[in-house]
């Protein structure tokens, strides 16, 4: 049965989130819109929502087929996601295998190095902020998010790290940093929201042409045809 689409909770950058006639799932749907720099930068662009929609949903599989499960039931349309409702724990956490962005940035250091380990970060969820980075120290005395949590979402994450540096390496791209949000449901701490080039640097092995938003973050080229053709690398040629 597909669950009816109810009132709007929340519209975010990327994404709505909708009620549905069962109170404990949402939908959540990808619009066309991109926003960098929290907002600074905003476009539209053709096919984003139905290519972040569909990369999700294929990840967000390969995840649970090998262990890992996430919020999602099922997609529904071309770019609506059936998911629990989850409470979202309001720490974002990054993965980053190569030096790049704010890393490089924030500490002097040279994009496109790659990490002997890969590096877990957190950042507080809050716009209002510009998410500022946290340490697990003040996470847990703020009261952000559990011990155990962060625990459970460090472990998580670097499970996603290892399962999606591979579903990408076999597709000839460097999955170099992504972030991931967590929710909180029936007691468990479960993946929630999105996996999609608006929230990962993936960059061509071999070319480093990067297919991801930093094409729109740095005005690289055109981020339609940047995401039509990662789809056409996920899901072949024919469906892009
Ligand atoms: N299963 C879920 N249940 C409830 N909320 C969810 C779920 N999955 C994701 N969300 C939240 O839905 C919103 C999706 O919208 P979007 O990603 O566009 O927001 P955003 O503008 O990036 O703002 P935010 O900083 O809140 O992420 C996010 O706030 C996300 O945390
Ligand atoms: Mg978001």
Not at 48 to 70: M, Q, W, Y
Not at 159 to 188: C, M, P, Y
């Amino acid at each position: 049965m597909i669950p009816a689409r109810g009132a709007a909770l929340y519209k975010g950058k990327a994404k709505s989130v909708f009620a549905t006639d069962d109170p404990s799932l949402v939908i959540l749907r990808f619009s066309d819109e991109a926003t960098a720099f929290n907002g600074v930068k905003q476009a539209v662009f053709q096919d984003k929502g139905r290519i972040n929609c569909a990369i999700t949903a294929h990840l967000f599989d390969e995840l649970a087929a090998r262990g890992v499960p996430s919020h999602m039931v099922r997609q529904l349309g071309e770019r609506d996601l059936l998911c629990h409702k989850v409470e979202i724990i309001p720490v974002e956490v990054v993965v980053r295998n190569v030096i790049a962005g704010s890393l490089a940035r924030r500490y002097g250091l040279t994009e496109g190095e790659p990490l002997d380990e890969p590096l877990v970060e957190l950042f507080l969820k809050s716009d209002e902020l510009n998410d500022p980075l946290l340490t697990e120290e003040v996470a847990v005395r703020f009261d952000f998010a559990k011990r155990w949590e962060l625990q459970c979402m460090r472990e998580q994450a670097l499970q996603v790290n290892d399962l999606l540096r591979a579903f990408w390496g076999e597709l000839g791209i460097d999955l170099i940093d992504f972030k991931l949000e967590f929710g909180r449901l029936d007691g468990k701490v479960v993946l929630a929201d999105e996996i999609t080039p608006d929230g990962s640097r993936l960059w061509e092995r071999g070319t480093g042409q990067r297919f991801d938003k930093d094409v729109f973050r740095r005005d690289l080229g055109d981020l339609s045809q940047t995401y039509r053709a990662l789809h056409a690398r996920v899901f072949g040629e024919t469906q892009a």
